[in-house]
């Protein structure tokens, strides 16, 4: 598999403190990384560095090869848009839009009409199990029901890269399994490569490689475990 994403000496200090010291990542396409750690070692940093959120004070970040660390402002953040998904902890979607909005909102945002963002956004809703919830409000839908519609937004724009950060960690351990099962099989089938920030083992046993974070520094990690 080619390289998608990857990191290379990154280092970001916020004051004397040293978030990252020095990170080398990968991610290959279809592959699945899961960022563990202790709060405060520097997973979440990681992880925005990584998805142009945070520029790193020293070392690089290349999307399929093109690096984008020194991109402006404007640039990175249409790159942000275009060829990268996020799904957060809470979710974050918006409470007056039904979830096929929520979903198509993206790609309104990049100027498709909205009959035909909503077309695109709709086909999400069966692989994730969404069946029958469209119309509905994200206060009419449950915490396994908001992170699918979620997971659906994050793919509606194609991306290369999924970024998720905590996406089970106001889930009980049940829904917190099938939501992972579904980001890590979709994101595969779709193509795109998954980086997803955890506190729970179980979860990041659902990714292909795990990679352990302490005091910014890659303290372990595991192999490449598919082809």
Not at 47 to 72: K, M, N, S, Y
Not at 142 to 159: D, K, N, Y
Not at 180 to 205: C, K, N
Request: charged residues 25%; hydrophobic residues 40%.
């Amino acid at each position: 598999m080619n390289t998608v994403l990857a990191g290379y000496g990154l280092v970001k200090k916020y004051g004397s403190t040293t978030a990252l010291a020095g990170v080398d990542v990968d991610v290959r396409e279809r592959d699945s990384l899961a960022i563990m750690g202790l709060s405060g070692s520097g997973k979440s940093t990681l992880l925005h560095t990584l998805a142009g959120i945070v520029r790193p004070d020293a070392g690089e970040v290349l999307l399929r090869g093109e690096r984008i660390d020194r991109l402006g402002e404007n640039r990175l953040s249409a790159l942000r848009r275009k060829r990268f998904g996020f799904v957060f902890q809470s979710g974050q979607l918006l409470p007056e839009l039904p979830a096929e909005e929520n979903v198509a909102l993206p790609l309104m945002l990049e100027g498709m009409p909205r009959r035909q963002a909503v077309e695109r956004a709709r086909r999400w809703f069966a692989p994730l199990g969404l069946d029958g919830l469209a119309h509905r409000r994200p206060g009419q839908l449950s915490g396994g029901q908001a992170q699918r519609v979620a997971i659906a937004r994050a793919l509606a724009v194609e991306p290369d890269v999924v970024f998720a950060d905590e996406p089970t960690g106001a889930l009980d351990q049940a829904t917190s399994t099938e939501v992972v099962r579904l980001l890590t099989s979709v994101t595969r089938e779709q193509g795109a490569a998954l980086v997803m920030v955890t506190h729970d083992a179980e979860v990041a046993g659902h990714c292909h490689r795990v990679l352990q974070v302490r005091d910014g520094r890659v303290s372990g990690h595991s192999p490449y475990t598919v082809a």
